[in-house]
């Protein structure tokens, strides 16, 4: 009779747990549809002191990472595949293809690391000012003894040194091509008090000077190559491009401290986020590698970062990530709600990587 009264128990309590389990569905779609986006992988969301994050940057299909004290490069998961220990006071890294140069700018410290950690490292001679990394040759400036700054170009385990140009004037940024022939360099000088940047393009199998270039009263903040003959230039006050190693192909100028943002793809478009001096509003411009306007549209003001991969910008807002077609003006943005203390977004297409004070996300 025992053993009967306790099956009659089960059958009475096996709706209720049905309806407990239904109910639980319920609550877990609804989270998940109203606190932000989806997280995938296995180890997302990564977890970080996200103040301590010096760099976010996608290496291939893994995500690389400095720290204030470590290097961490995660897989496509989520997973760690390894750390290494850095304790540089000002940790930059540049990533190529499966490979990264990790430097310690200001001081004389840097290293090469691939997708399984360390290959080789080296310590300068002088401090460091900036680097370039392409085709497995890192360029290195520093300080120099004789003269203001040095430029020394790298083979793939920093054993040789495969080309050394020395300038008086400060070296600001360098890039190398993809096949680690070529070389971009800006320095900084000034003029009779007026500041200029210079550009100047070399062939590391000669000490010749390609091309040159004077922008007068402005700053470059970013140089990159779009190919192994075509180079992109970004100044605060102009987007410009290099052709064929030696002449000016485009120039596009914008009025000083209008810049908020940019972002290079990966086949040369750009996109920037200005603000018009005449209306005060933000608006979105994207570029194809010639300097033509693809997108121009007004955008809400307050972003925080911008990437821009294959056919999708994606803007990082306060609460919020707003993905714009790179082709389509007329095009409704994709609207994906985050939380609000959100730092820094890095994309791959639509896929996008977030850097909170505590965690990095994937969605």
């Known amino acids: 009779m025992a053993v009967k009264r306790k099956r009659k128990k089960s059958r009475k309590l096996l709706p209720f747990l049905i309806l407990i389990g239904i109910a639980a569905v319920i609550a877990t779609v609804l989270v998940f549809r109203f606190a932000g986006p989806k997280i995938t992988g296995e180890g997302y969301p990564i977890r970080v002191s996200g103040l301590s994050v010096q760099q976010m940057e996608l290496l291939g299909s893994d995500l690389a990472v400095s720290e204030d004290a470590a290097f961490r490069l995660y897989d496509r998961s989520g997973n760690e595949r390894y750390m290494v220990e850095l304790d540089y006071s000002a940790p930059v890294f540049i990533p190529c293809k499966n490979r990264v140069l990790i430097y310690e700018r200001g001081g004389t410290r840097m290293k090469i690391c691939d997708r399984n950690g360390e290959v080789c490292s080296k310590e300068a001679q002088g401090a460091i000012l900036t680097c370039g990394f392409g085709g497995g040759r890192a360029a290195v400036a520093t300080l120099a003894d004789n003269t203001t700054s040095r430029l020394t170009v790298y083979d793939s385990n920093f054993i040789q040194e495969i080309f050394v140009w ?105 996109a920037l986020i200005h603000t018009k001096i005449s209306d005060g509003k933000d608006y979105l411009y994207v570029y194809d590698k010639n300097g033509e306007v693809l997108v121009e549209r007004q955008i809400d003001t307050g972003a925080r970062s911008l990437s821009f991969s294959r056919s999708v910008v994606s803007v990082l807002y306060e609460d919020q990530v707003l993905q714009y077609s790179s082709s389509d003006a007329e095009a409704e943005p994709a609207r994906t709600g985050i939380q609000s203390d959100s730092l820094k977004i890095v994309s791959s297409g639509s896929t996008c990587y977030l850097l909170t004070s505590e965690e990095i996300q994937k969605f």
Do not use: H, W
């Not at 008086?168 to 070389?183: D, H, K, M, Q, T």
């Not at 008090?193 to 922008?215: H, M, W």
């Not at 180079?231 to 000083?256: A, E, K, P, W």
């Open 166 to 270: 020395q300038t008086s004037s400060y070296i600001a940024r360098a890039a190398v091509s993809p096949n680690g022939r070529y070389l971009a360099v800006a320095v900084i000088d000034n003029e009779g008090g007026d500041i200029y940047t210079e550009l100047s393009v070399f062939d590391t199998k000669s000490a010749d000077t390609l091309f040159s270039n004077r922008y007068s009263g402005e700053v470059i903040l970013d140089l990159s190559f779009t190919g192994n003959s075509d180079i992109l230039v970004l100044t605060d006050r102009s987007l410009s491009g290099v052709t064929g190693l030696d002449r000016m192909d485009f120039q596009v100028s914008f009025d000083y401290g209008t810049l908020k943002a940019s972002s290079c793809s990966e086949d040369g478009r750009t």
